[in-house]
């Protein structure tokens, strides 16, 4: 059997992720009506407390289940959910079964990927045992410091006595949802600061490294405003989706910085007509910066990219939905979005009169209602649902990656 939680300074007491949970259960409204119970803890190959999975059951049966952060380093959020009689616990119970294996801890490697740790070995889902490491990190954990802010926010944040208060009860049910749950959020509260000595280099396309140099790529100042645009960050939190040795804090300004240049972003304002042009230079620029030794890490991806201008919403939709299904996040130009509480948007928030943003998740109602999943480039929220019908003037950069090793 799993032993019980031990007390560390990152680890979340379990009433907090119990109502962390419930918090954030409206976001996926297949489990309307489903009550979270039976939370089991979940823990890093290391040993420290990662998340608790809840199992979620309505009418007395199981549906699904969600896997809710109990890790001050890792983001306050429900990090896994799926459909379906089996939880991820009840996969690894079978494992110690054929295992063999009496004393053990559920372990949680990272997205759909699970484990045994029995004393210092790890046993993963395919059977394959190798040694208990010293420190397990988690791709999520790069950006510890501000989950831990977040996770004070919670705290501190006013108690509500009443959830049905707070998140109503939808009416509506789901016809169809999804959300690629691993894109980072990131924003311009974030960025480097501007005022760098050098300028940009005179002409920032050609592939040769000038005089003036690249001396701002990553955390250094910029040799623009501390906000490096919009475009490039939604474009950035596309490529820290492929490219796993990009998401820590140094390289994801450094990332931003390249497609600053790039997308021949001025200021902070980007042209969506240069957009998918900045993905599609992204690979070679780095790879030139990769072999000038500015950045010390190579990119694995090239991107094929291109612009959709779409003549309503309903074909916005269409093409979102498409790419999702396909695991592939891709990036919204507009000139108005309005989110689904009524909390956020643009251009009331100073955003200007275009707003980019990437998208990463879709759902529909059978009252007709549709929503599309962004992070905002904004710190309040990371992330917003939508509503497709707010959506004015769209403009879509599809963003397929080709893997180059």
Same mark, same amino acid.
């Given at each position: 059997m799993t032993?019980a939680?031990v007390?560390?300074?990152?680890a979340?007491?379990?009433?907090?992720?119990?109502?962390?949970?419930?918090r954030?259960?409206?976001?996926f409204?297949?489990?309307?009506?489903?009550v979270?119970?039976n939370p089991?803890?979940?823990?890093?190959?290391d040993?420290?407390?990662?998340?608790?999975?809840?199992?979620?059951v309505?009418?007395?049966?199981?549906?699904g289940y969600?896997i809710?952060?109990a890790?001050?380093?890792?983001?306050?959020a429900?990090?896994?959910?799926g459909f379906?009689?089996k939880?991820p616990?009840?996969?690894?119970?079978?494992?110690?079964?054929?295992?063999g294996?009496k004393?053990?801890?559920?372990?949680?490697?990272g997205?759909?990927?699970?484990?045994?740790l029995t004393?210092?070995?790890?046993?993963?889902?395919?059977?394959?045992?190798?040694?208990k490491?010293s420190?397990?990190?988690?791709?999520?954990?790069?950006?510890?410091?501000?989950?831990?802010?977040?996770?004070?926010?919670?705290r501190?944040?006013?108690?509500?006595?009443?959830?049905e208060?707070r998140y109503p009860?939808?009416?509506?049910?789901?016809?169809?949802?999804k959300v690629?749950?691993?894109?980072?959020t990131?924003?311009?509260q974030d960025?480097?600061?501007?005022?760098?000595?050098?300028?940009?280099?005179p002409?920032p396309? *050609? %592939?040769?490294?000038?005089?003036?140099?690249y001396? =701002?790529?990553?955390p250094d100042? #910029?040799? $623009?405003?501390?906000?490096?645009?919009?475009a *490039? %960050?939604?474009?950035?939190?596309?490529?820290g989706? =492929?490219e796993l040795q990009?998401r #820590?804090? $140094?390289?994801?300004?450094?990332?931003i910085d390249?497609?600053?240049?790039?997308m021949?972003?001025?200021?902070?304002?980007?042209?969506?007509?240069?957009i998918?042009?900045?993905m599609?230079?992204?690979?070679?620029?780095a790879?030139?910066?990769?072999?000038?030794?500015?950045?010390?890490?190579k990119p694995?991806y090239?991107?094929d990219?291109?612009?959709?201008?779409?003549s309503?919403n309903?074909?916005?939709?269409?093409?979102?939905?498409s790419?999702?299904?396909?695991?592939?996040?891709?990036?919204?130009?507009?000139?108005?979005?309005?989110s689904?509480?009524?909390?956020?948007?643009w251009?009331?928030?100073?955003l200007g009169?275009?707003?980019?943003v990437?998208?990463?998740?879709?759902?529909?109602?059978?009252?007709?209602s549709?929503?599309?999943?962004?992070?905002?480039?904004e710190?309040s929220?990371?992330?917003?649902?939508?509503?497709?019908?707010?959506i004015?003037?769209?403009?879509l950069?599809?963003?397929r990656p080709?893997y180059k090793?």
């Amino acid at each position: 059997m799993t032993a019980a939680p031990v007390d560390k300074p990152e680890a979340v007491p379990l009433a907090t992720v119990k109502a962390l949970a419930v918090r954030e259960l409206h976001k996926f409204p297949e489990f309307n009506g489903a009550v979270p119970t039976n939370p089991t803890p979940l823990y890093f190959p290391d040993g420290r407390l990662a998340a608790y999975e809840f199992r979620m059951v309505k009418n007395g049966k199981t549906i699904g289940y969600i896997i809710v952060s109990a890790n001050r380093n890792l983001p306050p959020a429900i990090l896994e959910a799926g459909f379906g009689k089996k939880t991820p616990s009840d996969m690894m119970k079978e494992l110690a079964a054929r295992k063999g294996v009496k004393t053990y801890r559920f372990t949680y490697l990272g997205g759909l990927s699970y484990g045994l740790l029995t004393g210092d070995t790890v046993v993963n889902m395919k059977g394959r045992e190798y040694k208990k490491p010293s420190r397990y990190t988690l791709s999520l954990e790069v950006d510890a410091i501000r989950n831990q802010k977040e996770w004070e926010s919670l705290r501190t944040e006013k108690a509500h006595t009443s959830v049905e208060v707070r998140y109503p009860t939808l009416l509506a049910s789901a016809v169809e949802y999804k959300v690629i749950l691993t894109v980072p959020t990131w924003s311009w509260q974030d960025s480097d600061e501007g005022g760098a000595d050098n300028g940009l280099p005179p002409t920032p396309h *050609p %592939i040769e490294v000038t005089e003036l140099g690249y001396d =701002y790529v990553g955390p250094d100042p #910029d040799p $623009w405003e501390k906000d490096d645009g919009c475009a *490039p %960050i939604s474009g950035a939190m596309i490529v820290g989706y =492929y490219e796993l040795q990009y998401r #820590d804090s $140094w390289y994801r300004e450094a990332v931003i910085d390249i497609l600053h240049i790039t997308m021949d972003t001025q200021g902070k304002e980007t042209s969506y007509q240069n957009i998918a042009l900045g993905m599609e230079r992204f690979y070679e620029k780095a790879v030139e910066l990769y072999n000038s030794g500015i950045i010390s890490r190579k990119p694995r991806y090239d991107y094929d990219s291109f612009t959709l201008y779409l003549s309503n919403n309903l074909q916005l939709y269409t093409y979102i939905k498409s790419e999702i299904n396909m695991n592939r996040p891709t990036i919204l130009t507009s000139t108005h979005g309005v989110s689904e509480d009524g909390n956020f948007e643009w251009p009331s928030q100073g955003l200007g009169n275009y707003h980019t943003v990437a998208v990463t998740g879709y759902k529909a109602f059978d009252d007709g209602s549709k929503y599309i999943y962004v992070h905002t480039t904004e710190n309040s929220p990371y992330a917003a649902w939508i509503q497709l019908e707010s959506i004015t003037n769209p403009v879509l950069t599809i963003v397929r990656p080709i893997y180059k090793g």
